[in-house]
């Protein structure tokens, strides 16, 4: 559990890295692949991932983790509204800084205990799990920008590896059948970036 931990971590500071990289080359008034959006938008959300991480880490409780990857992937729709004010109130702002916010989070990261748990908006969800859930929305995100982030490899497994477990819990008979997809398409098809046919269509998006 520990190494695997570990490689999610990495996953993600390397995925964190991909997209600073990639910022700075981005026009940020060109419209974004998540509707209404620019990239403005999407990097204004992304900042507040490893800014959001950070503080977490620095208040770590003692309390019992009750939260689920597959849980906390599925439950992202119920904070739809507040993430997408968010986003509009941060991009006007000019909070868009995203290699500064990572900056700022690695520290903490590298350090901390990874068999802790963190209290998010969805409870208390351990940290080694919570970490799969930034490397999904740094995966997913970095690739609603445009041009698009090409995805760290470990990172972008990881991801469709969880967006499989969120369909686990809500159809385990058409695991199978998305496991025949390729992970890019198959993340794609999870996050409601693309359609799809036949017996999937009735179960996807699993998160938005």
Avoid at 2 to 10: G, N, S, T
Avoid at 28 to 35: I, K, M, Q, W, Y
Avoid at 85 to 109: I, Q, T, Y
Avoid at 118 to 132: E, H
Wanted: proline share 6%.
């Amino acid at each position: 559990m520990a190494k695997h931990a570990e490689e999610v971590r990495d996953a993600l500071v390397h995925q964190w890295q991909a997209i600073t990289a990639a910022v700075a080359t981005i026009d940020l008034e060109t419209p974004s692949r998540v509707a209404g959006w620019r990239n403005r938008e999407v990097i204004a959300h992304l900042c507040l991932q490893p800014t959001l991480l950070r503080k977490f880490i620095a208040t770590a409780p003692t309390q019992h983790a009750v939260v689920t990857v597959a849980a906390s992937l599925a439950g992202t729709h119920s904070l739809a509204r507040l993430v997408d004010a968010s986003a509009r109130e941060a991009a006007g702002a000019g909070r868009v800084d995203f290699a500064k916010a990572v900056d700022e989070a690695v520290p903490a990261l590298r350090a901390a205990d990874l068999s802790a748990t963190v209290v998010t908006m969805q409870g208390p969800i351990r940290l080694a799990d919570y970490l799969v859930t930034r490397c999904v929305e740094a995966v997913v995100h970095g690739c609603d920008l445009v041009d698009p982030v090409r995805p760290d490899r470990v990172a972008q497994a990881i991801t469709a590896g969880a967006l499989l477990e969120a369909l686990a819990a809500r159809a385990p008979h058409l695991v199978r059948e998305a496991r025949q997809l390729p992970l890019p398409v198959w993340i794609d098809v999870a996050t409601g970036r693309q359609p799809v046919l036949g017996s999937l269509a009735a179960a996807v998006p699993v998160m938005t």
